[in-house]
């Protein structure tokens, strides 16, 4: 039903949904008064690092949120991805629930540009259930009584004697579906937004219904971004540099113009491409292109490693209490993070078609809104002259964040008028990933004699997560004085201890680092727990009791505590070494969701073997409890890849590796035998669960290897030769 279709009498007060707060809004009222205010700058940092994002789209145009099908379907046309994080299916628990239609008959699909209203922000953050929690609950309850307005009418009763059910409006024997009210109905009275169900009257929420599109993914029905195309479609190659820095100068093409299939060469300003009537003509052919690049020195790790330490760069102190932390007691480590990569299953592509003064982009992408304003402004065109159909991913962890080559697609379509599909070889995708930046970390504490911490300091260097990213607005770091994404996990979490203060450093790297999934969570997290641990030790104290006498009393903190607890009965947490394993244990808070694990490792041949991990997270509400259970799962692999096994290096100005293999993974034989997850509901809305269970999987382990082997490691990924 389109809201363009409706005429009521009174004003659509879906603007209470749709305009809400979020980080843009933070940054515009930083503007002016906060600016060079370093209390203040903090506290909005620690604001903007717990809040929930929460929904951003634009009332600029008519939307489309929900079609009415004629056999009572629902079709909720989502403004989020679905990357296979499950959203999909929360989203139709929280929809179906409101609307009072059986969970069935709701089924999701992409919004595209045109056809529905969607995220000016992104897929991204943890925020997609979160984030529509009450906008989507409001728009499906404000369905539900126009159904009722009308359906009285038709029935012939009063609003107030009509029951809505299992999408049918009843009243007095009689009944109408949602899709016989309907039909023939071209005027709506909408009405004010109602009360909204709560927890104890859902039917949907709360339950670990099954996912919306498991049977279509079993059968291989869903399309992603590798398998759009478009009738009449051509194939483009873009080439690309192998060193880091590179500068397009120029092209030589004769040879590649010659060469069978080539339509024609594209040349730009900024890139060079072939496209031709099939992938490999077009692949041969740019390899047939002479490009002179302007390059700069060959850069090595060594140099990566010295230009990412604490103290080079920009500072910011983030976070403060107390006094800083001095004299010959100061206990003193450093940690540090390599380069990572994204590693998604699927390569990053896009079908193009530029015709006439309309443009389609089919891609696999987070950003939807960002790549139709990209490709408007490099056409010149207006928004509304693009639209952006989404895709499954095939794995986004924020690598589909950036995608500039829907860009260099339509461009390619323009100028041979036709639709152009253009695909990453992998060895592009590693080369020209958007890099989780390398860190390094100096933490510091201090014991008084009671042996607990009188003061625990974190000072980081990071390149860029959030600034220089197409998401946030230049002026947000100006105004911040820090990335939003790197000091994720940054904050001290222990806010019983007296002193304690946490410093970023920024450092301009010379390739590019953005988002990956959790941001800075799980670096900052290896980086604090570890320490963290240590003084345990130090102190002769148990590392869960010890974290809990250093934590607040005040709701944040009795989460944590509670999470804390419940993790150490949960996995039967023990420092003693039974059968040659050794427990380890963290905690960590993001975006305002706490989650400790405990994990069970041993050591054999020098490699480190992780047999169970039990994660406690207090999301809130759950709003799908296998979903949540899922994401869990999914952090504690992905987390356990990147911290034994994955890193990228700087070898004579290029990155490597650029395949897997060579990119070590974790494989399936790594896998814990099991991980337990129980949840915590802490709150009655549902908060972000896709990244915060990455944040402990680092120091826990490396907390059980030291306490196994005595050896603390202190760079990922952990290895002990």
């Known amino acids: 039903m389109a809201d363009k279709e409706s005429s009521g009498n009174k004003k659509v007060s879906r603007r209470k949904f749709l305009v809400r707060g979020g980080l843009g809004t933070v940054g515009v009222l930083a503007v002016g008064t906060y600016l060079f205010r370093n209390p203040i700058r903090r506290a909005v940092l620690e604001k903007v690092n717990s809040m929930d994002i929460e929904y951003l789209g634009s009332t600029d145009n008519p939307m489309l949120w929900f079609e009415l099908g004629p056999a009572n379907e629902i079709i909720l046309h989502s403004p989020k991805i679905e990357m296979g994080q499950g959203t999909f299916t ?69 609003v107030s004697e009509v029951t809505a059910v299992d999408g049918r409006v009843s009243a007095n024997g009689k009944s109408l579906s949602y899709s016989e009210i309907a039909e023939g109905v071209t005027s709506w009275t909408i009405p004010d937004t109602p009360v909204l169900k709560n927890r104890d009257t859902y039917r949907f929420v709360g339950k670990p219904l ?82 002179v690049w302007e390059t700069p020195d060959n850069l090595q790790q060594e140099e990566i490693v010295a230009m990412m330490t604490v103290g080079n760069g920009n500072s910011s102190i983030i976070q403060k209490q107390g006094d800083a932390l001095e004299g010959d007691a100061v206990v003193q480590m450093e940690f540090r993070s390599p380069i990572g990569a994204h590693a998604q299953i699927e390569p990053n592509g896009v079908v193009a078609s530029v015709v006439g003064e309309k443009a389609t982009i089919m891609i696999s992408t987070q950003v939807i809104g960002i790549t139709r304003k990209e490709v408007a402004s490099r056409l010149g065109w207006d928004e509304e002259q693009v639209n952006v159909i989404p895709t499954y991913l095939g794995g986004g962890f924020g690598r589909r964040l950036h995608t500039p080559h829907a860009v260099q697609a339509a461009v390619m379509s323009k100028a041979v008028g036709k639709p152009v599909k253009y695909v990453f070889s992998r060895e592009e995708e590693f080369q020209h990933d958007m890099f989780r930046p390398p860190t390094h970390h100096i933490v510091k504490g201090s014991l008084n004699e009671e042996g607990l911490l009188s003061g625990l300091e974190h000072h980081f260097v990071s390149g860029d997560v959030g600034n220089n990213s197409a998401l946030l607005p230049n002026v947000v770091p100006t105004i911040l004085g820090a990335d939003v994404g790197a000091i994720r996990g940054a904050f001290i979490q222990y806010t019983a201890v007296p002193n304690f203060r946490s410093v970023y450093w920024h450092v301009d790297l010379p390739f590019a680092t953005s988002w990956w999934r959790s941001l800075g969570l799980l670096a900052n997290t290896f980086a604090i727990e570890s320490f963290v641990d240590e003084m345990v030790l130090k102190a002769g104290k148990n590392a869960i009791e010890f974290r809990l006498a250093h934590i607040g009393d005040d709701v944040a903190g009795n989460r944590l505590k509670n999470v804390i607890r419940t993790a150490g009965e949960k996995s039967g947490y023990s420092e003693e070494i039974k059968a040659d394993r050794a427990m380890g244990f963290a905690a960590s808070v993001d975006a305002g969701t706490p989650c400790a694990h405990v994990v069970e490792v041993s050591v054999a041949d020098n490699e480190i073997k992780v047999h169970k991990v039990t994660v406690v997270l207090d999301p809130g509400l759950a709003v799908n409890p296998d979903q949540v259970r899922a994401q869990c799962e999914g952090c504690v692999i992905m987390g356990m890849s990147a911290v034994l096994f994955e890193q990228m290096k700087v070898v004579d100005g290029s990155l490597t590796p650029t395949i897997y293999g060579p990119y070590e993974m974790a494989l399936m034989k790594h896998a814990p035998k099991e991980i337990e997850v129980v949840l915590l509901q802490g709150k009655d809305t549902p908060g972000p669960v896709g990244e915060p269970p990455l944040g402990p999987i680092g120091a826990a382990i490396a907390n059980a290897v030291k306490r196994l082997t005595g050896k603390r490691l202190q760079s990922m990924p952990l290895k002990l030769t």
């Open 90 to 158: 929360g989203l139709a628990q929280m929809a179906a629930d409101e609307l009072e239609v059986p969970f069935q008959n709701v089924k999701v699909v992409h919004a595209t540009t045109d056809t529905g209203n969607i995220d000016q922000f992104s897929t991204g953050g943890s925020t997609s259930i979160s984030g529509l929690w009450q906008p989507l609950r409001e728009l499906a309850a404000t369905f539900r009584e126009m159904m009722k307005l009308k359906g009285a009418e038709k029935l012939g009763v009063p």
């Open 210 to 291: 099954p996912r919306v599109d498991l049977e279509d993914k079993v059968y291989g029905s869903p399309m992603f971004g590798l398998d759009a195309e478009m009738p009449n479609m051509v194939f483009g190659a873009v080439v690309r540099p192998s060193k880091i820095g590179a500068k397009y100068i120029s092209a030589t093409t004769d040879k590649a113009e010659k060469m069978p299939g080539v339509l024609k060469i594209v040349k730009e300003d900024d890139f060079v491409a072939v496209v031709a009537k099939s992938y490999i003509e077009a692949e041969n052919a740019k390899q047939a292109i002479e490009v």
